[in-house]
């Protein structure tokens, strides 16, 4: 990567310093964080403004940990899609888009782009070995037949019944439903990745969506920024918590009335160190 490429990266305006200092630092290495690098060159301004956020990658890095080798995989659009990046070393899975490609490989570098190959964000991807190319009816018909293995989408809203809104907020541009609907009724296992609060620092798992549902009773494991969590009898269950959140803020994030937020208080001491919170 070449000093013209650096300059492009300074004109990234909404990337801060931090982010831009540890870009910089990564154009010697070859791994995986370089691929990200790429992500910002190639101009994807969506993924430019996920890259501002770190704690938006940590999410991507965890939940690619509950990759399992041979899994057929669907990454939903936003944060799921950057899992394509940090794939564990040793395993092997493919990857799904609706629209109609199996076997999605990592983000491309800069002479990698091929404005033909998407993904169904619409976001220009490459292709891994032994990859597919078939019609939507055909991907939907994989998805629909419950032939994935494992399903990450984003999300606004979930609540301790396991229902999931992830499409739309009245009043406000809805872009469509994509395979979302298809998704969480064709699949077994489905794992929701979010930040845990709001813009507005309100906790989006509750007891009861207030947007209109996606899918019913389909959430079993939802990752935040801030925990990883079971869905079980009704009861959100702590598998691992970031043990920076116990502060009132933090705690008042994360208080569910009747849903379980009593024992998520007296699990801070969990294995941690499992958690890729740094």
Request: with cysteine.
């Amino acid at each position: 990567v070449g000093q013209n490429n650096l300059l492009i990266i300074d004109e990234a305006q909404n990337l801060s310093a931090d982010v831009l200092e540890q870009l910089r630092l990564l154009t010697n290495l070859e791994t995986n964080e370089r691929k990200l690098l790429q992500i910002v060159l190639i101009g994807q301004p969506e993924l430019r403004d996920m890259l501002a956020r770190p704690e938006l990658e940590q999410l991507a890095q965890r939940v690619a940990q509950e990759f399992q080798d041979g899994y057929y995989i669907n990454l939903g659009i936003g944060i799921p899609t950057l899992a394509a990046n940090y794939i564990p070393e040793g395993v092997e899975v493919m990857l799904q888009s609706e629209n109609g490609l199996l076997g999605m490989g990592p983000f491309p570098r800069e002479d990698e782009v091929d404005p033909d190959l998407i993904n169904a964000g619409k976001q220009t991807v490459t292709m891994a070995r032994g990859a597919s190319i078939f019609s939507s009816a055909d991907s939907f018909a994989m998805i629909r037949g419950g032939h994935v293995d494992l399903t990450v989408l984003g999300a606004f809203e979930v609540d301790c019944q396991g229902n999931i809104a992830s499409y739309m907020v009245p009043g406000k541009l809805i872009k469509g439903m994509g395979g979302a609907m298809d998704l969480v009724a064709g699949a077994d296992n489905i794992i929701v990745t979010m930040t845990h609060a709001s813009k507005h620092g309100e906790s989006k798992l509750l007891n009861e969506c207030t947007l209109p549902l996606t899918g019913k009773a389909c959430i079993k494991r939802v990752l935040t920024d801030l925990a990883l969590l079971d869905i079980e009898d009704s009861r959100y269950v702590p598998i691992i918590r970031d043990p920076r959140t116990t502060t009132p803020e933090s705690e008042a994030v994360f208080y569910f009335p009747g849903c379980g937020s009593e024992r998520l208080f007296s699990q801070v001491g969990l294995a941690t160190q499992a958690m890729l919170w740094h």
